[in-house]
């Protein structure tokens, strides 16, 4: 199974940019990158994912070396709200079989 | 648009005993994920069920079983109870398998307490 290696916590400032770092160094590929988001008491939820190219949305960008062992979601400016633990996910791809593999994660706190 | 609930929200039970954990997906999706997230732990693929099949599974005992009706709702249930099965339960709905992306939806889990 394709693993992924993230800090365990990071701090950043409230409305300052936040760039948490995911290395997957045995990734496969056609697998995608993931990313979710656990906010407290709640089920993870989906961020943003991509395959080669550097992709943005209303939530993050992520950004994906070119060798695709390494990425980056780029929170672009931190609120309370974003307060959470980051997963960063390569999607298991075997025939008839679909599953995530979750990491340990990264737990974000933002202070205000 | 209905978002996916679970059912009940904590449950406690004695070692030994047996559990079932409800399931209802987002509307549209037609195939459910469920998975178990240990205290301080990401989740941990359980299985998935498609056409109300299993399409997969993690490395988890037959004791762990699961069902898919029709109206693509599910259960997860689990049999002989053991106190590591202490966890949160969480059931994630999403489009066929192999489409892209598959982006999971999650519900708010359940919390079931093994004593």
């Known amino acids: 199974d394709a693993k992924t290696t993230q800090p365990n916590s990071m701090e950043s400032n409230e409305e300052e940019p936040v760039h948490l770092p995911c290395n997957h160094s045995t990734i496969s590929g056609t697998d995608y990158i993931h990313w979710y988001r656990q906010l407290p008491s709640q089920g993870p939820e989906y961020v943003i994912h991509?395959?080669?190219s550097n992709v943005n949305n209303r939530m993050a960008s992520l950004a994906i070396a070119e060798d695709r062992k390494s990425s980056t979601l780029i929170l672009h400016r931190a609120t309370l709200r974003d307060a959470a633990v980051y997963y960063c996910?390569?999607?298991?791809?075997?025939?008839?079989?679909?599953?995530?593999?979750f990491g340990t994660g990264t737990r974000l706190k933002v202070l205000a | 648009e209905t978002g996916v609930t679970q059912s009940p929200t904590h449950l406690i039970k004695t070692r030994g005993q047996q559990v079932t954990l409800r399931c209802s997906s987002q509307?549209?999706?037609?195939?459910v994920s469920w998975y178990q997230q240990a205290l301080g732990q990401g989740p941990q693929f359980i299985f998935q069920?498609?056409?109300?099949?299993?399409?997969g599974r993690g490395n988890f005992p037959p004791r762990f079983s699961g069902l898919q009706f029709p109206n693509y709702s599910s259960e997860l249930n689990v049999n002989a109870l053991e106190l590591d099965d202490s966890a949160l339960y969480l059931c994630a709905s999403s489009q066929p398998p192999g489409l892209v992306p598959d982006t999971q939806y999650f519900g708010p889990g359940t919390r079931l307490t093994v004593l």
């Open positions: 509307s549209g999706h037609n195939t």
């Open positions: 069920y498609y056409r109300e099949e299993e399409n």
């Open positions: 991509g395959l080669t």
């Open positions: 996910i390569l999607r298991d791809v075997v025939p008839g079989t679909y599953k995530y593999i």
